[in-house]
């Protein structure tokens, strides 16, 4: 499995934008697909986007969709989630996850095998 460390979480004011990344190690990071989840307290974890090894195509909740987008820098084993036009409904802990060898993203949490350990968003209004 590739290891995975979230970092650029915090607190932000509703409106203002955010950039997490996740740092990869281990197995060969661009062979995975990529996903970003998020789980607030009380309730379960659910899917915000995802990258296919090349890059493309890009899967996103329709809750995010034209306010975050993820990237990956396959040179540097690093996925990407800007974060957009922040509402406080975002705040959660987000956490990156691997899918090896998949070639289309995956918007299913039970189909990533690899998790990072999370990074707390808090949006206030």
Do not use: H
């Not at 915090?10 to 409106?15: I, N, R, S, Y």
């Not at 899917?47 to 990237?71: C, E, L, M, N, Q």
């Not at 289309?104 to 999370?118: A, V």
């Amino acid at each position: 499995q590739v290891q995975l460390v979230e970092s650029g979480g915090g607190l932000v004011q509703a409106g203002g934008s955010l950039r997490l990344s996740c740092a990869a190690s281990g197995r060969t990071f661009s062979r995975y697909a990529m996903g970003w989840f998020r789980q607030a307290p009380g309730k379960e974890r659910e899917f915000v986007a995802a990258i296919s090894w090349s890059g493309f195509p890009r899967y996103y909740a329709d809750s995010v969709k034209g306010r975050f987008t993820i990237s990956r820098d396959n040179a540097k084993n690093t996925v990407f989630l800007q974060m957009n036009r922040l509402k406080p409904e975002d705040t959660a802990v987000y956490f990156c996850a691997g899918s090896y060898s998949s070639s289309t993203p995956r918007t299913g949490s039970n189909e990533y095998e690899s998790w990072g350990q999370g990074t707390q968003v808090t949006v206030s209004s």
